[in-house]
Every structure is written in structure tokens, then in C-alpha cells.
């Protein structure tokens, strides 16, 4: 749940679960801190070794394309 205003306390939020391409432990790191400074991201959890990610969001303050866009911002391939 978001400290600073509750989001999440009564669901509504969405987790995706999907591979990415391109990791490396540093970029891994900087993504992680990038999508956890985005309105509306709760959670970010990557595994770098095999491009594992997965994300809890509110859909209602950040959208999935916003999230996508970050990705290819750093030269990642998300498949969803």
C-alpha cells in the first residue's frame, strides 16, 4: 500500500507478470528505481539473470502504455 495517500488499501490495482530482455544488473537496478518513482507503483520486483519482472500498479494513476514506455526508454524489450 502507498504510504502517501492508501492506494491499494481497497484493491483495484493490477499485477503484471512478464519477461524482459536486455537486463543487466545495473540497468535491472535502474529500472526497479525508475518504475518506483512513477505515480501509482506500489511494487517492482526483477530477477536480472533471466529478465523475470513482475509489477503491482493502480491503473487508475499510472497506465500500462506509461509503464511499456519506460522500458524502451532504457532499450528493454518487455513481452507481455
Do not use: W
Not at 500500500?1 to 535502474?30: H, I, P
Not at 536480472?48 to 500498479?57: C, L, R, S, W
Request: some cysteine.
Amino acid at each position: 500500500m502507498c504510504k502517501e495517500c492508501g492506494c491499494g488499501a481497497t484493491g483495484g490495482n493490477t499485477r503484471l507478470q512478464f519477461t524482459v530482455e536486455g537486463y543487466t544488473e545495473d540497468s535491472a537496478k535502474k529500472m526497479e528505481k525508475k518504475l518506483l518513482g512513477m505515480a501509482g507503483v506500489l511494487y517492482v520486483h526483477i530477477h536480472a539473470h533471466d529478465g523475470e519482472t513482475t509489477i503491482d500498479y493502480a491503473p487508475a494513476k499510472t497506465k500500462l502504455t506509461e509503464i511499456m514506455n519506460a522500458f524502451s526508454e532504457e532499450g528493454l524489450t518487455a513481452n507481455l
